[in-house]
Structure formats: C-alpha cells, structure tokens
C-alpha cells in the first residue's frame, strides 16, 4: 500500500491531466517504500531526483496551458508551484547531507500537496477550460520504468 491512493475525486476527467497525476501519485509511492526499506541514502536521491523532475515538468506544463487559455488564477496557481519548488530544492539538499529526515519530510509534504492541490487548485482551471470548451492537452511525461535499479 503506497502513502498516496488515487481515489475517484482527484480524477478532474481529463485524460492527459488524470494519468499525468496518476505517475506523480506512483512515484512518490515508489520513493515511499524505497524510504520504508531503508535503502541507500543514493536510492532515495536517484528517486527523489526523478519524483522532482516529474513535479517540474507536470507544473510547468500546467502553467503553460493555463496561460495560452489565458486563465485568470495563473498567478495564484503558479504561486503554489513555486512553493513547492523551493521546498523541494531544499529537501535535495538536505537529503545529499545524509539527513535522512528530509526523505520523511518530502513525504508528508507531498501526501498533503499532492491531493489538495490537485482538489483545490488544479480543479479550477480545469472547470474554467470545460466552461470555455477548450481542450486541455500536456504534453507527454516519461514514463518511468518502476523495475530499474
Ligand atoms: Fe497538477
Ligand atoms: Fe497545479
């Protein structure tokens, strides 16, 4: 059982968006158990830094979108990811100085992040494009291959 679950209200009905949100989802349950194992401190930095690579790609094709349908909340959206950017700037490197902590941090950070900002924030510009009839497209995330090393 992961430390994030997917449950029926985080699905915004936009296929793109929902499997975009299902990767994050599986790789922070990937770094959770990898964390929960005790493995090597280089483990939990090779995941941590895919986990962070996939947040920045995802907001920032977010960001994009919203701003070519020109979305009024983009500012307070944006906001929000960059919050989360410095955090997990910092969380990296305290996790690169051995201290374990950071990995437990990063967790509960993104167990609340994660579904309260897809809920509360990525919801509503997801209502304003259906109300607008746009059609919301991301470009594709790398799909990461869970069984490697
Ligand atoms: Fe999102
Ligand atoms: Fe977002």
Wanted: charged content about 30%.
């Amino acid at each position: 059982m992961g430390i994030v679950q997917w449950e029926d209200d985080l699905e915004l009905r936009i296929p793109d968006l929902d499997r975009q949100h299902q990767i994050l989802i599986e790789l922070t349950n990937a770094f959770y158990h990898a964390y929960q194992e005790h493995r090597e401190n280089e483990e939990l930095r090779r995941r941590f830094l895919q986990l962070q690579e996939a947040l920045v790609f995802h907001m920032d094709a977010e960001e994009a979108l919203m701003q070519t349908s020109g979305f009024v909340g983009l500012a307070a959206h944006r906001r929000e990811h960059i919050m989360l950017k410095i955090q997990l700037e910092k969380l990296y490197d305290k996790l690169s100085g051995r201290d374990h902590s950071a990995a437990a941090d990063l967790l509960q950070i993104l167990q609340d992040w994660l579904t309260r900002h897809i809920r509360e924030m990525d919801r509503k510009y997801v209502v304003y494009m259906m109300g607008k009839n746009l059609a919301v497209h991301l470009p594709q995330m790398v799909q990461v291959d869970e069984s490697s090393p």
